[in-house]
């Protein structure tokens, strides 16, 4: 509910933006994230399972919807405040802005997984203050009109206005760029680092309390060991809840400051700044390997077919510290392509609809990476679950196929003009380089016949 809430958010608040400006849907997003907080005061420690998945599953709604509005606000912003011709100064902007909004977000990872323990009431309280903190800057620190559209373009045609091909291609590249994350780390990675050992649950694991059970398991009614929560499946890492709000916590930050910093140390560098399609293509096909590599290694490598904890624990954290190194370089690029590729009367209106695919793949991602984690691998019983291991391994290989499609949907877009470098290594020629070659051959052609 949270990833469909946010399709249609990214859409009515694209429109919105438009039509009343940022600062509108900024503090309308504010005022959200306030109340969807708020609902979590109402929890009760009586409540059934399934009423409290209900519940807290509306709570997550309204703070979806809170989040996609604030964020039009930021993206938006950045093509407004930067001349036509300064490509490069929009993807430092863009970049800056992106990479430190993701890190704040792991922040928010690390103290919540670290208040929680220490009281429910005081991570809510907490994490309002925070929301409360940047209100007055939403409300005195904007200009009304930011982000309005001529009142011609404020309407509901312009969102799905189809007229922009470059926008439309980078859009469905975004579906399944964020959906080759989103099959193994939003679902499938927490379950996995949470879940047991699964030779060390059933009925053969006698027990008097919990602490006579490995980690992630419980000591049942029966008097022995069983899994926390068998549809996490089993063969995972057996970690504590907060070492795994650290570790997302720890991998959110890391992404948004190689976001924030991709323009100055990887595009820079090699001769990419400011990106183009051909850039987005070369670092899409890199986003392939970790996954590619993690899928091989759970699939077939010792180290998880044996459950070696130690080997198991290295290559899951090498193979995800890279993989957020490649995938917050891609983001940064396609953040920058968005605005680039907007036209600036309508930039509210565009980047609403490119992140309306966003959350679209997001959603993908996340229903699909369900359906493969909990049915892929072989069922171990009502005590132990499924195979967390084939489960995770699966996952993987649909983000590497999602990683390999948005890179070829990429190949649609017509931005041919500045070519691919790497560092002093020429790749694909300008367009311009092209064109002289091409006078360059002709002409040695007409030289050969006069000759001849």
């Given at each position: 509910?949270?990833?469909?809430?946010?399709v249609?958010t990214?859409?009515?608040?694209?429109?919105?933006?438009?039509?009343w400006?940022?600062?509108f849907?900024?503090?309308?997003?504010?005022?959200?994230?306030i109340?969807?907080y708020?609902?979590?005061?109402?929890?009760?420690d009586?409540?059934?399972k399934e009423?409290?998945?209900i519940?807290?599953?509306?709570?997550?709604m309204?703070a979806?919807?809170?989040?996609?509005?604030?964020?039009?606000?930021?993206?938006t912003?950045?093509?407004?405040?930067?001349p036509?011709?300064q490509?490069?100064?929009?993807?430092?902007?863009v970049?800056?802005?992106?990479?430190w909004?993701?890190?704040?977000?792991?922040?928010?990872?690390?103290?919540?997984?670290?208040?929680i323990?220490v009281?429910?009431?005081l991570?809510?309280?907490?994490?309002?203050?925070?929301v409360l903190?940047?209100?007055?800057?939403?409300?005195?620190?904007?200009?009304?009109?930011?982000g309005?559209?001529?009142?011609?373009?404020?309407?509901?045609?312009?969102?799905f206005?189809?007229?922009n091909?470059?926008l439309?291609?980078?859009?469905?590249a975004?579906?399944?760029?964020?959906?080759s994350?989103?099959?193994?780390?939003?679902?499938p990675?927490?379950?996995?680092?949470?879940?047991?050992?699964c030779?060390?649950?059933?009925?053969?694991?006698?027990?008097?309390?919990?602490?006579?059970?490995?980690?992630?398991?419980?000591?049942?009614?029966?008097?022995?060991?069983?899994?926390?929560?068998?549809?996490?499946?089993?063969?995972?890492?057996?970690?504590?809840?907060?070492?795994?709000?650290?570790?997302l916590?720890?991998?959110i930050?890391?992404?948004?400051?190689?976001?924030?910093?991709?323009?100055q140390l990887?595009?820079?560098?090699?001769?990419?700044?400011?990106?183009?399609?051909?850039?987005e293509?070369l670092?899409?096909?890199?986003?392939?390997?970790?996954?590619l590599?993690m899928?091989i290694?759970?699939?077939?490598s010792?180290?998880?077919?044996?459950?070696?904890l130690?080997?198991?624990?290295t290559?899951?954290?090498?193979?995800?510290?890279f993989?957020?190194i490649?995938?917050?370089?891609?983001?940064?690029?396609h953040?920058?392509?968005v605005?680039?590729y907007?036209?600036?009367?309508k930039?509210?209106?565009?980047?609403?609809?490119?992140y309306?695919?966003?959350?679209?793949?997001?959603l993908v991602?996340?229903?699909?990476?369900?359906?493969?984690?909990?049915?892929?691998?072989?069922d171990f019983?009502?005590?132990?679950?499924?195979?967390?291991?084939?489960?995770?391994?699966?996952?993987?290989?649909?983000g590497?196929?999602?990683?390999?499609l948005?890179?070829?949907?990429?190949?649609m877009?017509?931005?041919?003009?500045?070519?691919l470098k790497c560092?002093?290594?020429?790749?694909v020629?300008?367009?311009?380089?092209?064109?002289t070659?091409?006078?360059?051959?002709?002409?040695?052609?007409?030289?050969?016949t006069?000759t001849?």
């Amino acid at each position: 509910l949270y990833e469909l809430a946010g399709v249609f958010t990214n859409l009515a608040a694209g429109f919105l933006g438009a039509r009343w400006g940022i600062q509108f849907t900024l503090i309308i997003g504010l005022s959200l994230q306030i109340f969807s907080y708020g609902l979590l005061y109402g929890w009760q420690d009586d409540w059934t399972k399934e009423q409290a998945i209900i519940y807290v599953t509306i709570s997550q709604m309204f703070a979806g919807i809170a989040k996609d509005l604030t964020k039009l606000g930021g993206k938006t912003v950045t093509k407004l405040v930067t001349p036509d011709e300064q490509e490069t100064k929009l993807f430092k902007l863009v970049s800056l802005i992106t990479g430190w909004k993701n890190s704040l977000k792991g922040v928010g990872y690390f103290l919540g997984s670290a208040l929680i323990q220490v009281d429910y009431f005081l991570a809510i309280g907490c994490m309002m203050a925070l929301v409360l903190f940047a209100m007055p800057w939403a409300i005195v620190g904007l200009d009304r009109s930011l982000g309005t559209a001529k009142k011609k373009n404020a309407n509901w045609r312009e969102v799905f206005n189809m007229d922009n091909k470059n926008l439309n291609w980078l859009s469905l590249a975004r579906l399944f760029l964020f959906a080759s994350r989103d099959f193994w780390f939003e679902v499938p990675l927490p379950f996995f680092l949470r879940s047991p050992a699964c030779d060390e649950i059933g009925e053969d694991f006698l027990c008097s309390v919990d602490d006579d059970c490995t980690t992630g398991a419980i000591c049942g009614a029966g008097g022995f060991c069983k899994n926390l929560n068998s549809g996490g499946g089993c063969g995972g890492l057996g970690v504590e809840r907060v070492v795994v709000g650290a570790f997302l916590g720890g991998y959110i930050i890391l992404y948004g400051q190689v976001q924030s910093w991709t323009p100055q140390l990887v595009t820079g560098p090699l001769n990419q700044t400011p990106p183009n399609k051909y850039t987005e293509i070369l670092w899409g096909l890199i986003n392939c390997i970790p996954t590619l590599v993690m899928w091989i290694v759970m699939t077939w490598s010792t180290a998880f077919e044996d459950y070696k904890l130690p080997q198991m624990t290295t290559w899951l954290v090498c193979v995800i510290v890279f993989f957020a190194i490649i995938f917050a370089i891609n983001s940064s690029i396609h953040s920058f392509l968005v605005v680039n590729y907007a036209s600036k009367d309508k930039v509210a209106v565009s980047v609403g609809f490119y992140y309306m695919s966003n959350a679209m793949g997001r959603l993908v991602g996340t229903i699909g990476s369900g359906l493969l984690y909990s049915y892929i691998g072989e069922d171990f019983g009502e005590y132990a679950g499924t195979d967390a291991v084939a489960g995770l391994a699966a996952c993987f290989l649909a983000g590497t196929i999602s990683s390999l499609l948005a890179a070829t949907i990429t190949v649609m877009i017509n931005d041919n003009k500045a070519g691919l470098k790497c560092g002093c290594l020429t790749i694909v020629p300008a367009a311009e380089d092209q064109d002289t070659l091409k006078e360059d051959d002709a002409a040695e052609a007409s030289n050969k016949t006069e000759t001849l």
